[in-house]
């Protein structure tokens, strides 16, 4: 469990240290990059806006790219006890009927696990080590010369300032840091104008099975974790006020028979529990770095989740550019940021790029489109409609 701590105290532990680090947002890139760093013998002060009992939030299928970074964590039996397997993804059509089933086990078994987890109980896996990390904290203002960067704070204990050599924006898709240092046309959007509410149902028998529902106008994906079955149902933004039990009623007058998974759970999810409605776009920024002020995970580029990669991507990057800052000296802060840059970059927004466009696939509110990608979907094998992605896997930095 990580170790709420004052900002005050984290500063005083790091202020020896060779490279004094400052990482902003506790979430996966930033928890990541902290416990890298510290494993390395760093003190690296991380702090996180939200409080130490924010809600554990949705579920996450995460791609191979993870497992070397957690084996290198010495988390890989913690991370296999808090998930699952997805050996299986099935793709239903606007009917309700089968149109495919994939073998997704087999198709990344040979890159390594393919699991499903929930948010929560990945940040408590990565936490098991603890640390440090500051709540309720966050960066107002950034101000650099050629020899550190100077942090103004908004933290409960006031506004104090500190120095560090290098400073990493890990604040999400709505990075407030990000916007500290770039301009409002250094970063780019593309938004679905989808948005899904994301929900939690009981478990059913086939715990290694991701089930999906693609409709005209609606989309409805169900994925395992351990012990659950986390559900998002996505329509278009304009449809949000009709609210989720108005929304699953309707789809379920539309396909009144989709399975037993798909029947039961938009039955289950009408019953007015508790519902998120995440609007679903992405953001991209030109520039990855200013100086001394670095973007990872989300906040350098944003992900849908339809490909199911940023968490993946996010834990990657974390990952390389803790490698690169290992062997960094103050006075190299600005050339390592953009050598982690030019790496990684056209890995994350390839997987951005595939992310967007199994958004145009499965958002689609036409029925002519519809009946073409249901006819499509049928035909065109999952080692195709993954490719890029397995591209990355077989690629993979070192
Ligand atoms: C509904 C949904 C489903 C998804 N499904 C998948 C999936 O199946 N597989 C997958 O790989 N990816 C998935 N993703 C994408 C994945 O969650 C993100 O790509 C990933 O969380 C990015 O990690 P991050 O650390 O950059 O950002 P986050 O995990 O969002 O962490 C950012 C952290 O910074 C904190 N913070 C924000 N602002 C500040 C601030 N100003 N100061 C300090 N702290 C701040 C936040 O509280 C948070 O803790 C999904 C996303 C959503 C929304």
């Not at 929560?120 to 050629?146: C, W």
């Not at 039961?264 to 519902?275: F, H, Q, T």
């Not at 696939?361 to 195709?384: I, K």
């Amino acid at each position: 469990m990580l170790e709420p701590t004052s900002l005050q105290e984290q500063l005083e532990a790091a202020r020896e240290d060779r490279l004094r680090v400052l990482v902003v947002g506790a979430g996966i890139a930033g928890l990541t990059l902290a416990q890298l760093l510290r494993r390395d013998g760093r003190r690296p002060v991380l702090i996180e806006r939200a409080g130490p009992d924010a809600p554990s939030g949705y579920m996450l299928a995460l791609m191979p790219l993870v497992d070397p970074v957690l084996a290198e964590l010495g988390l890989t039996d913690e991370y296999r006890v808090r998930s699952v397997p997805m050996d299986r993804y099935r793709i239903r059509n606007r009917r309700g009927a089968l149109t495919r089933e994939y073998a997704m086990g087999e198709l990344l078994d040979a890159y390594g696990d393919y699991r499903g987890i929930s948010r929560g109980e990945l940040m408590a896996a990565l936490a098991t080590s603890g640390g440090t990390v500051a709540h309720h904290t966050t960066v107002k203002a950034l101000r650099q010369d050629a020899n550190e960067v100077t942090a103004t704070f908004a933290a409960p204990e006031g506004a104090p300032e500190a120095a560090f050599d290098v400073v990493i924006a890990a604040d999400g898709l709505h990075s407030s840091t990000r916007d500290l240092i770039l301009a409002e046309d250094q970063v780019g959007a593309y938004d679905s104008d989808w948005g899904g509410w994301v929900v939690w149902t009981e478990a059913d028998d086939d715990t290694d099975l991701g089930e999906e529902l693609w409709g005209a106008g609606w989309f409805v994906g169900t994925y395992p974790v351990k012990d659950r079955l986390g559900v998002i149902v996505c329509v278009p933004r304009s449809e949000e006020p009709r609210g989720l039990a108005a929304v699953a009623a309707a789809i379920r007058r539309e396909v009144p028979r989709a399975g037993s998974r798909m029947d039961r759970v938009l039955a289950d999810i009408g019953d007015g529990r508790e519902a998120y409605f995440w609007p679903l776009f992405d953001h991209r920024s030109t520039t990855w770095s200013t100086g001394r002020v670095g973007l990872v995970g989300d906040a350098a580029a944003g992900f849908l989740p339809t490909a199911g990669i940023g968490a993946g991507m996010a834990i990657e990057s974390a990952a390389a550019l803790a490698r690169r800052l290992r062997d960094c000296t103050p006075d190299r802060v600005a050339s390592v940021l953009h050598a982690h840059e030019r790496s990684q970059r056209p890995r994350v927004e390839a997987a951005q790029q595939n992310s967007r466009q199994l958004a145009r696939l499965m958002f689609n509110t036409g029925r002519a489109a519809t009946v073409l990608r249901d006819t499509a979907a049928r035909f065109v094998p999952l080692s195709a409609a993954i490719k890029p992605i397995r591209r990355l896997l077989e690629d993979r930095p070192t």
